[in-house]
Each structure stands twice: as C-alpha cells, then as structure tokens.
C-alpha cells in the first residue's frame, strides 16, 4: 500500500512528491505518462518563475534541475498512464491503462489541462515560436508591440485585457459577432482604447519565417473580404480540455465534486469532495494556470496529505 499516488509529473505532480517524501513518507510514486515535467517543457522561454532569470533557458532546461531535486528525497517515478481513481472502502485503488492497479492511502491529482488547438494552417508549426495560449507568459515579450488575440469566450477577452496594459496594440479577433464572454467583460474591452475588436472574422493562417510570427491572413465569414495584419504573436484562446478523465469511475460519474467545466472543486487546502484525494494545478477550479501556483499547490496538497496519514494511525 502506497502511503501517497501523485497522478501527473508536472510542477504540481513533481513538488507535491519533494514535499511527500521530504517530509517523512516513505512509500510515495509519481505517476506519469510520459517524462516528468508537464505542459511547461514546450516552452521556449520562461521569464516569471522567481528565482530562475536565465535568458534563452527553455522550458526544458527549467524543469531539468526540479526532476532531479524532486526525486533526491525518495520520490519514485513509474511511467504509466492513470485509467482511473476509486476509493475502496478507507483507501483508493489506481488503476492503469494496462489494466494492472495499486492501493494507495492517499492520491494528488495533478493531470493538468491542455489548451485547445484550432488547425489554423500555421499553427503547430509556429506553436511556441510566436503563437502562445498564456498572456500572463509570453505577453511581455510583446511589450510595445501589435499582437492577434483569437476567441470570444471569458478567456479571451480578459486576456485582451490584459495584453491591453503590455502592448501597444491588441486586434481581437472573433468568428462570430456576438460573444460569449460575460457582458460586463465585453463592455470592458469596448471601452479600452487599444483593443482592436475585429468580429465575423476568422484567421486563415497563422504566418511566420525562422525567427517565428510574422502575421495573420483574415477573412471577414460575411464579405469573403480578406486582409491580413502584421504581428509578431498570436495568442489562441479556444477553450481548454481538463485532463479529468482519471477521476470518472466506469459509468462515466466523477468521484468527486467538479464545476461545470469539468475543473476539481478543491478548498484552499487542495482537497476535493473526498477524503483522502486531493487535486494540484492546473485542473482545479479558479487556477492562474501558472508554475508558481501549480508548484506551490502541489506543496499544499502534499502537507495536507502527510497531516491527514497522520490523523488516520
Ligand atoms: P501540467 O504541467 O499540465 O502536467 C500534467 C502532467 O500530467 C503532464 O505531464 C501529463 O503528461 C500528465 N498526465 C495527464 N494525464 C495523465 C494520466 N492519465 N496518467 C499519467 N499522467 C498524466 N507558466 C508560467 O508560469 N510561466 C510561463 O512562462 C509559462 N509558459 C508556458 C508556455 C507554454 C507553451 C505552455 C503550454 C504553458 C506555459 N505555462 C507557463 C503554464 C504552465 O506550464 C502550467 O501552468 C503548468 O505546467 C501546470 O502544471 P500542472 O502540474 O498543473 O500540469
Ligand atoms: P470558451 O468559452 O469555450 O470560448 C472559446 C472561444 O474560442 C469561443 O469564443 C469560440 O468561438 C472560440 N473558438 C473555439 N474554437 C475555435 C476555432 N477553431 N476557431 C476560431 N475560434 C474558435 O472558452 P474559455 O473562454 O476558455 O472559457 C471556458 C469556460 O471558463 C467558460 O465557461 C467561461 O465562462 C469560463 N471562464 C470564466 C471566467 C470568469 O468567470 N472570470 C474566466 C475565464 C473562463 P464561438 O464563440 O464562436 O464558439
């Protein structure tokens, strides 16, 4: 029996396991489906984690020391993907992909979130090297400068709004001309100068050269008229998918209380609806999507699991 199963070896998934084993358990595994390190690694640059400002570092380069730190303390790493999470009884059964499983006293789910994909011609080829789905990342990397913000959902728009302050120039641009973003958002986004709103337009191509974006190709769904901008970075806000399959028991259910976007209802403590399961990251409810905040609800999660294996001997 595992004292504690981590599901996903991103920021979450990695600092809850240094701060698990750092802290006295000795029977912890960090469940990952591919490498450790999460969604972080596809980045090119990261700027905004205190303590670590080395220009041109990678995203790569940025977890390479965490994996390395995060297993000194006994943390052990099994590669296997997480069919799903049941509580049997006072303990949980983690089940894998290959049908085989483990009992575990505790489980952190971290499986993070994946940000939508469009299939805009351009857009995998340039994803990372000017198109980005993280204001809060890569905005300042357009400071001053004209960027294309794509989408009409609460997202989007409060993303514009936050490029607003960064750039000299936002040009939102939506398929339709009515939004789904709340009407208190929109209004906000009228009223702010700098925010191009180009609505009944979707981008044809994302284009670029070596050096990353060069430009988006429009086309106006109600004139056929096309035009195209000049920018340096086009921000995709189409939605995410919550990496939440793990916890559907075999009817399709959650085990435990989700909102209506499919994202885990913790408290401040990053405990869910059941006892002994907890949730980090990037997939709980009102999450900035950010490592700092994914690492240190990780290290939130993992104390209160030490607490809670405490209480229950
Ligand atoms: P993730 O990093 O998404 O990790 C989840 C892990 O769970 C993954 O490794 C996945 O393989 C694993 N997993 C999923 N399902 C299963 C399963 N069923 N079984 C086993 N394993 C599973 N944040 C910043 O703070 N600054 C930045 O500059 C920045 N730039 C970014 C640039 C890019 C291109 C991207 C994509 C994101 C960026 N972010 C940035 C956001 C940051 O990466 C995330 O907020 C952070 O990684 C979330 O951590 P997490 O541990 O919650 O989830
Ligand atoms: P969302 O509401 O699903 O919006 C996605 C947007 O992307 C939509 O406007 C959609 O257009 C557009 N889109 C999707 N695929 C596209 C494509 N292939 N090409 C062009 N455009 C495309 O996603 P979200 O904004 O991330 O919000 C998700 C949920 O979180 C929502 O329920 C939202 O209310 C909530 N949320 C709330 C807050 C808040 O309350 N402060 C903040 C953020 C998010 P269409 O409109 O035409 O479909």
Redesign the pocket.
């Known amino acids: 029996m595992l004292d504690c199963a981590i ?7 990695l600092t809850a396991g240094l701060y698990a084993t750092r802290g006295g358990l000795k029977n912890v595994t960090l ?4 490498m ?5 690694t ?2 090119s ?5 205190p303590g670590f400002f080395e220009h041109g570092k990678t ?1 790569m380069d940025f977890m390479d020391t965490w994996q390395e730190q995060c297993f000194h303390f006994g943390l052990k790493h099994v590669m ?4 799903r999470v049941a509580k049997t009884g006072e303990h949980f059964t983690v089940t894998f992909e290959n049908g085989t499983s483990v009992e575990a006293m505790t489980v952190i789910v ?6 939508k994909r469009t299939g805009i011609k351009g857009e995998n080829e340039l ?2 090297k000017g198109v ?3 204001a ?3 905005g300042f990397f357009y400071k001053g400068k004209s960027v294309a913000v794509l989408g009409g959902g609460d997202t989007a728009l409060e993303e514009a709004h936050y490029l607003s302050n960064i750039c000299a120039e936002v040009n939102l641009i939506h398929r339709r001309d009515e939004f789904r973003a709340s009407p208190s958002t929109v209004e906000r986004v009228q009223r702010t100068k700098n925010i191009n709103i180009i609505t009944d337009t979707i981008i044809e191509e994302i284009e670029g050269d070596m050096m990353g974006v060069t430009g988006v190709k429009l086309k106006n769904v109600k004139t056929n008229e096309v035009s195209s901008l000049e920018v340096p970075g086009v921000f995709i806000f189409a939605g995410h998918n919550v ?1 939440n ?2 916890l559907k028991d075999e009817s399709g259910e959650f085990i435990c209380k989700m909102n209506d976007w499919g994202q885990v209802v913790v408290n401040l403590s990053m405990k869910t609806s059941v006892e002994g399961l907890f949730s ?4 709980r409810i009102e ?1 900035p ?6 690492a240190g ?2 290290s939130t999660a993992a104390l209160q699991v030490i607490a809670y294996i405490q209480e229950q001997s």
């Open positions: 599901i996903g070896g991103g920021p979450a998934g469940f990952e489906m591919g450790p390190g999460g969604q972080i596809q980045s640059e990261i700027e905004n984690y995203g296997k993907k997480v069919e971290c499986t993070g979130s994946t940000p994803w990372g980005s789905t993280c809060t990342c890569d990496n399959s793990v980090a990251g990037d997939m999450a999507k950010q490592v700092v905040v994914a609800d990780g």
